[in-house]
């Protein structure tokens, strides 16, 4: 029987710095905090299961450079548990990193990144034959060069990648990164009809249906079902997971539509939002490696971001499944 998570694609560190205000051009502000931490999806979602205790294999595949950086990110999956045979040490490429610039007053942040060897990750890096896992996660689309290069057929190589991985027995999860360009139409959407599960925010969602969902007040929930349906509608297999700072909202293959609130947490609880995205990810897979009703799922999803918003890194404050809930009793959803 399949058990556990295989994630692959951008392994990084993040430096979290808090800053007092965004400068103008030329400008300066002051630095009034800053921490290192795990960046990437795959490696944020691993360790975010990883501290909310899911009791199934954690495995992550991916290249990081020889350096002190890559090296940190070994120690850090052997610390929580992650299997890290499939995560190669590329012997030139440095590891990638992003410097995270977060206004303290209002949690938005500016991601100013390096690729380093996550450009050079490719489908010769993806071997199947003897994993065990249950779901295979891949992030971030548009930021792999080598996968979202198009293969003879003029298709993404990362098609190729997660219908390797469906043909040896796996679920397929996919997640893009939020990207201003006009990329989202040659590299994602022809990778949706090998994705059992995709993952998407408001902005990618519109960036790839052309619908406008909205914002706060405004959200339309119309629309957001509506996205969702167009996304299965472009060859999404089973589940389309929608997520925004009011909710998330699930569509699925056979009808189903869920919806949930994000948890009301206090302003002064709130000490960054980097990495709240893929801690709701981390959640929702929880709750679907698990067969929850996916109702249940995209609770968990909500209040593990909840918890991650607590530190400045992506990771460091998410709490085992029944203390992230505890927060959405506590303080009530959207």
Known sequence: MRSGILAAGNW????????DSW?????????????AGNGGGPYNVLKALARLRAAFPLAGLGLVGDD?????????????????????MHPVASTSYTDVMTVSGTGRRTFFHHRGANALLGPEHFDFTDVKARYFYLAYLLLLDALDAPDERGVPRA????????????????????????????????????????FTNDYE????????????????????????????????????????PEGACAVGRDGT???????????VEIAGTVGAGDAFAAGVLYGLHEHWPIARGLELGVCAAAASLRH????????PVADCLALGARYGYR
């Open 12 to 19: 990084l560190i993040d430096h979290v710095k808090l800053i």
């Open 23 to 35: 400068p103008p051009q030329d400008g300066l502000v002051s630095i009034t905090s800053q921490t």
């Open 68 to 88: 002190d950086n890559g090296r940190a990110i070994q120690s850090d999956c052997d610390a929580h548990g992650i299997d890290r045979t499939r995560l190669h």
């Open 159 to 198: 098609a190729a990648v997660l219908q390797r991985a469906r043909t040896a027995g796996l679920k397929t999860a996919l997640d893009c990164v939020s990207e201003n360009s006009d990329r989202f139409k040659s590299v994602v959407l022809p990778v949706l009809p090998y994705a059992d599960v995709l």
């Open 205 to 244: 969602a519109e960036k790839i249906t052309g619908r406008t969902l909205g914002r706060g007040e405004s959200l339309n929930r119309a629309e957001v079902e509506a996205a969702g349906r167009d996304l299965l509608a472009s060859g999404v297999r089973e589940w389309v997971i929608l997520h925004y």
């Open 257 to 267: 539509v869920a919806h949930q609130g994000s948890v009301r947490m206090p302003p």
């Open 312 to 319: 400045p890194s992506c990771s460091e404050s998410i709490a």
